[in-house]
Antibody
């Protein structure tokens, strides 16, 4: 059974930093691209960032480009999101999601499994 | 970026009703369209991928259709566990974008 468990969320001041983690199990982690998707309170889903299965390429939404960095450790089946220069509008539940292939930018890709999410609140 | 627009934003329906949700893309995306169901306080769950393929484990009362810019998610006979919010998402281009969601409520 696929399991994705996020951690690292909490309260941070504007301008601060936070590192989210996602522990994966139940599948061959390095064979799949992974993404972070967030959901602000009462709002819809927003794709944040993605990384290939090998970890050699990433892509990010314009809203976080230059501030958030995604990485992975395939030896430990772990995914990370380093968030710097945080803003109140970054407050959301952050989900990690398993792609359907090793590449995040293929046509037809989909998010086949999701973690339960970790909440991030940016406030003074 | 490709904009995804769902309609309606919300609907009220009764158990046993046939429900249709529409998703429109701002440009042609072929059949690169996925549907997710999200219940309050839970993670989204994949229902349909590449417009019409039913995800393993998803009930057969869910179906998807469409190509190009116009897509439909149909629930053939609404069940109590189907009351949730549904999102479409395009996988034609990066950034991946979602519709704003359609909340299905009990009438």
């Amino acid at each position: 059974e696929v399991q994705l468990v996020e951690s690292g969320g909490g309260l941070v001041q504007p301008g601060g930093s936070m590192r989210l983690a996602c522990a994966a199990s139940g599948f061959t982690f390095s064979s799949y691209a992974m993404s972070w998707v967030r959901q602000a309170p009462g709002r819809g889903l927003e794709w944040v960032s993605a990384i290939t299965g090998r970890g050699d390429s990433t892509s990010s939404a314009d809203s976080v480009k230059g501030r958030f960095t995604m990485s992975r450790d395939n030896s430990n089946d772990a995914l990370y999101l380093q968030m710097n220069s945080l803003r109140p509008e970054d407050s959301a539940i952050y989900f990690c999601a398993q792609g359907s292939s090793a590449w995040y930018n293929l046509n037809g890709e989909y998010f086949q499994s999701w973690g339960q999410g970790t909440p991030v609140t940016v406030s003074s | 970026d490709i904009q995804m627009t769902q309609s309606p934003s919300s609907l009220s329906a009764s158990v046993g009703d046939r429900v249709t949700i529409t998703c429109r893309a701002s440009q042609s995306i072929s059949t690169n369209l996925n549907w997710y169901q999200q219940k309050p306080g839970k993670a989204p769950k994949l229902l349909i991928y590449v417009a019409s393929r039913l995800q393993s484990g998803a009930p057969s009362r869910f179906s998807g259709s469409g190509s190009g810019t116009d897509f439909t998610l149909t629930i053939s006979s609404l069940q109590p566990e189907d009351f949730a919010t549904y999102y479409c998402q395009q996988s034609y281009d990066t950034p991946r974008t979602f519709g704003q969601g359609t909340k299905v409520e009990i009438k």
